[in-house]
Nanobody, 123 residues
């Protein structure tokens, strides 16, 4: 089992940047694929980035490709989401999640979830 705690959310103007962090504790972090997801009010949670356990493979949907970058530091048990050129449509609650021994862009692959952090982008 792994516990996840997100941080770094907040209010930013359109065009600005934020970096989210997700600190993991529990089982060996390097055994987990990691993902970032977001949920707009009244809508389903969607994937915004995923990264393999080694960090060698990543996934982004078209909506964030070129603006968001996922990375991980296995020595620090932390995964990051660098968000640049933010838009009002990026406003959502952002969650990180872990998938043991596997990584995927599918939400259903992820077992362990953080509590979420709010990102608000003003126009």
């Amino acid at each position: 089992q792994v516990q996840l705690v997100e941080s770094g959310g907040g209010l930013v103007q359109a065009g600005g940047s934020l970096r989210l962090s997700c600190a993991a504790s529990g089982r060996r972090f390097s055994d987990y694929g990691m993902g970032w997801f977001r949920q707009h009010p009244g809508k389903e949670r969607v994937t915004v980035a995923a990264i393999s356990s080694s960090g060698g493979n990543t996934y982004y949907p078209d909506s964030v490709k070129g603006r968001f970058t996922i990375s991980r530091d296995n020595a620090k048990n932390t995964v990051y989401l660098q968000m640049n050129s933010l838009k009002p449509d990026d406003t959502a609650v952002y969650y990180c999640a872990a998938s043991y021994g596997y990584w995927s862009n599918r939400i259903s692959a992820y077992t362990y979830w953080g509590q979420g952090t709010q990102v608000t982008v003003s126009s």
